[in-house]
């Protein structure tokens, strides 16, 4: 998400950082290098860096793990120690994602890459990196605790407006199923119309949602999947002794039709049950109800928590 680059002045290199703002990028610099390929391998380290943890703070249950990773990374670039040791990222153990893309990535980026090049730096310019990954993380706390209220940043510079969009530099969320392509299917199915962040984020809930509906059939015994087009979850009980047909369930996104680029994305989502042929529809529900469907579809939603 944040993007790194090398912007050559005189016989030095200045590692500037780039995001998405409102209306227009936003760039800062960073940390100035006398080493080209030193800044060479700075400059897409810390992008990865940073789409890996952008990527899994809006789709990956693994995101608290990685967080914690990064700052023991800033506590130890601040330290007076002069190097840096490998961080072992490791998730909990309950976390589903930790064989995700992004995760599995910043796992190998922090255990070799990054204490490499930290270790062929000088203590002023790990400094100016730990304030520049605290500032990074720092936004993605922001993001996390002003986004589920439905409002956008005031700051049209925030690094907020970057939430949940497909990665500059590594395409993190741009193909693959449920998590690993989310961001992608945000964009399969509304289309251009998610402008803001506030707007992405309410998608999001909804693509998570089915995605752990989905996880938690599984974990019941089910059959569970997702389809993107409709943009649903099938879930399907466990077939009871003697009875010939399975119970499906059905959580649609796009109310009574396909992928709708206009439909709302804080819309209800709408629960259906087939049986013997016939469809019922169930109720409407926000997609952070969790009671909501444990009421209508069972207690077996809760075997997999939903990712807020």
Not at 48 to 62: P, V
Not at 67 to 78: K, N
Not at 88 to 97: G, M, Q, S
Not at 103 to 118: R, V, W, Y
């Amino acid at each position: 998400m944040t993007s790194y680059s090398i912007l050559p002045t005189g016989p030095r290199y200045t590692v500037l950082a780039t995001w998405p703002g409102e209306p227009a990028d936003t760039s800062t610099k960073v940390t100035t290098l006398n080493d080209s390929k030193l800044a060479e391998q700075l400059a897409p380290t810390l992008t990865q860096l940073s789409e890996d943890a952008w990527d899994a703070a809006a789709w990956l249950d693994t995101s608290p793990s990685l967080e914690t990773a990064i700052s023991q990374v800033i506590e130890q670039l601040r330290s007076p120690a002069e190097s840096m040791s490998p961080i072992d990222l490791t998730a909990e153990p309950a976390a589903r994602h930790g064989d995700q893309w992004s995760f599995f990535d910043a796992k190998d980026l922090l255990a070799h890459e990054l204490p490499e090049i930290m270790n062929a730096m000088t203590r002023p310019q790990r400094l100016t990196i730990a304030d520049e990954l605290a500032t990074d993380a720092a936004a993605r706390a922001e993001a996390l605790q002003l986004l589920p209220t439905g409002l956008d940043p005031d700051d049209p510079a925030s690094r907020i407006w970057q939430m949940c969009e497909v990665t500059r530099s590594e395409r993190n969320g741009q193909t693959g199923p449920l998590p690993e392509g989310a961001a992608g299917w945000l964009v399969r199915s509304w289309g251009p119309y998610l402008v803001s962040p506030a707007m992405r984020w309410g998608a999001r809930d909804r693509l998570v949602r089915i995605e752990q509906l989905a996880a938690a059939c599984l974990a019941h015994g089910g059959v569970g999947d997702v389809e993107d087009d409709p943009l649903q979850a099938r879930l399907v009980m466990p077939r009871p002794p003697g009875n010939i047909d399975a119970e499906a369930y059905y959580v649609t996104v796009h109310e009574g039709r396909f992928n709708s680029w206009d439909t709302d994305p804080f819309h209800p989502m709408t629960v259906s049950r087939k049986a013997s042929g016939e469809t019922q529809i169930l109720g409407k529900l926000d997609a952070t109800d969790d009671d909501g469907f444990a009421e209508l579809l069972g207690e077996w939603t809760r075997m997999v928590p939903f990712n807020r």
